[in-house]
């Protein structure tokens, strides 16, 4: 007897859940179809039901992941201006402790952005994207002149936070990210200085 297809997409969102936790932690290069199947408790089988190759994969994990990444759901908090902007960094900021049902696939994957296999580059520059236009979609609410440069610069500060962080050691590491919090926070806030 087939499967339905309410099963066949079961099967698929446990696949995408497990390749994203992976994905999100480890990068492209770090993961095996053997460790994603594992995690998703299924066999290679049900991935080749579902997609051609890991990068193919990895691609559609990206999508997951971006669109459940905390910085993608709305929340009541959209309407404050400070608070929602300073929870908005403070949690990208906070990767050690970030969501683990839901990573962001942008605060760990730095070096796929330059990876040598174009569906991972084309995977990661639509998961930064994502995140730019979010974050100006929130500034122009917020009315700001420059949301969409602002987002960018944003994103790139936050990214590049998270990657130099994670090589610090304790207390160094907290220090660090705390100034970066603090900085990226009143760079916003300064870009919104217009609002009344």
């Not at 009541?76 to 902007?85: A, M, N, V, W």
Request: charged letters at 25%; glycine letters at 4%; one cysteine or more.
């Amino acid at each position: 007897m087939p499967y339905t297809p309410q099963h066949k997409e079961h099967t698929r969102q446990r696949i995408l859940h497990a390749a994203a936790k992976l994905f999100c932690s480890q990068g492209f290069d770090r993961v095996t179809l053997t460790q994603i199947m594992k995690q998703a408790n299924m066999t290679h089988g049900a991935f080749y039901a579902h997609f051609s190759a890991k990068s193919s994969l990895y691609e559609a994990a990206m999508q997951f992941a971006t669109s459940h990444a905390f910085w993608a759901r709305d929340d009541k908090q959209t309407e404050g201006k400070e608070t929602h902007i300073k929870a908005l960094v403070s949690r990208y900021l906070s990767w050690s402790k970030s969501d683990k049902e839901h990573p962001s696939p942008l605060e760990f994957l730095v070096t796929d952005a330059a990876h040598k296999e174009e569906k991972v580059r084309q995977a990661y520059q639509a998961c930064f994207d994502s995140l730019v236009n979010r974050l100006a979609g929130i500034l122009k609410k917020r009315g700001s002149q420059d949301a969409n440069a602002l987002a960018e610069e944003t994103v790139v500060s936050l990214v590049g936070t998270v990657a130099i962080a994670r090589s610090f050691a304790q207390p160094l590491q907290s220090d660090f990210l705390k100034r970066a919090q603090k900085r990226i926070v009143n760079r916003l806030n300064s870009g919104l200085s217009t609002v009344s």
